[in-house]
T-cell receptor, first 110, second 117 residues
Framework: SQQGEEDPQALSIQEGENATMNCSYK?????LQWYRQNSGRGLVHLIL?????REKHSGRLRVTLDTSKKSSSLLITASRAADTASYFC??????????FGKGTMLLVSP | NAGVTQTPKFRVLKTGQSMTLLCAQD?????MYWYRQDPGMGLRLIHY???????AKGEVPDGYNVSRLKKQNFLLGLESAAPSQTSVYFC????????????????FGDGTRLSIL
C-alpha cells in the first residue's frame, strides 16, 4: 500500500542543533502530514502541507514539499531535549485514508 | 476536553479469548480509525468509519470486527485472540471537510497495549 518512508531511521543530536528528517512517498498525494509520538503516547499532529504548497512554518518547525521528487523534509530548529520523540510522515493519496511511514527516532541530548 | 479516550490501557489475554477495545471522542468528529503499531512496522490501519453506522476495512482487517453505533464511540473486537495480535492499538478521529474530504489531521488516543499469550 502507499506509504511514506522516513530517513534516517534514527537521529541523535545535541540540544541547540537543528534536526532534519526526510520523507519519500510513491504516488500522487493531496497533502502530506507530519506527526510526533512521545514514548508511550499517541501520535500528535504537527503540520499539514498541501500538494500546491512548497514550504510551511509552525514555530520551530519548517516543512518543505517537493512533489516532483515525491519528497518532504521536516526541520526542527534549535532542538530541545523535549523534542526527543519519533516523527512520522503520513500521506493521503487521492480520496483515501492516511498511510504512515515507519518513523524517525530523534534523540536530543542535553 | 478529553479528546480521544481509549479503554483499557493494558490487557493480557490468552489465545482464543475475546475482548472489545473501546474508543470515545468528544470532538464530534465524523471519521474514526483503528490502527495497530508494531515494532519496525509503523502504523497500519485496521478498520475505519466515516460516520455512525458505517465501517470499512483498512490494510489489516482480518481477525478484527468493529462497530460504530454512536457517533462518539468506535469499538474494536477480537473474536478469538491470537499471539500475532499482540500489539499496541491506537484509535484516532478526524473531522470531515466538505472541500478537503478525509485528509484532515487525526487526533489520537494514548493506545491500548494488548498482549496475547
Amino acid at each position: 500500500s502507499q506509504q511514506g518512508e522516513e530517513d534516517p531511521q534514527a537521529l541523535s543530536i545535541q540540544e541547540g542543533e537543528n534536526a532534519t528528517m526526510n520523507c519519500s512517498y510513491k504516488t500522487s498525494i493531496n497533502n502530506l502530514q507530519w506527526y510526533r509520538q512521545n514514548s508511550g503516547r499517541g501520535l500528535v499532529h504537527l503540520i499539514l502541507i498541501r500538494s500546491n504548497e512548497r514550504e510551511k512554518h509552525s514555530g520551530r518547525l519548517r516543512v518543505t514539499l517537493d512533489t516532483s521528487k515525491k519528497s518532504s523534509s521536516l526541520l526542527i530548529t534549535a532542538s530541545r531535549a523535549a523534542d526527543t520523540a519519533s516523527y512520522f510522515c503520513a500521506t493521503v493519496p487521492g480520496y483515501s485514508t492516511l498511510t504512515f511511514g515507519k518513523g524517525t527516532m530523534l534523540l536530543v541530548s542535553p | 476536553n478529553a479528546g480521544v479516550t481509549q479503554t483499557p490501557k493494558f490487557r493480557v489475554l490468552k489465545t482464543g479469548q475475546s475482548m472489545t477495545l473501546l474508543c470515545a471522542q468528544d470532538m464530534n468528529h465524523e471519521y474514526m480509525y483503528w490502527y495497530r503499531q508494531d515494532p519496525g512496522m509503523g502504523l497500519r490501519l485496521i478498520h475505519y468509519s466515516v460516520g455512525e453506522g458505517t465501517t470499512a476495512k483498512g490494510e489489516v482487517p482480518d481477525g478484527y470486527n468493529v462497530s460504530r453505533l454512536k457517533k462518539q464511540n468506535f469499538l474494536l473486537g477480537l473474536e478469538s485472540a491470537a499471539p500475532s495480535q499482540t500489539s499496541v492499538y491506537f484509535c484516532a478521529s478526524s473531522h470531515w471537510d466538505r472541500g478537503q474530504g478525509s485528509d484532515q489531521p487525526q487526533h489520537f488516543g494514548d493506545g491500548t497495549r494488548l498482549s496475547i499469550l
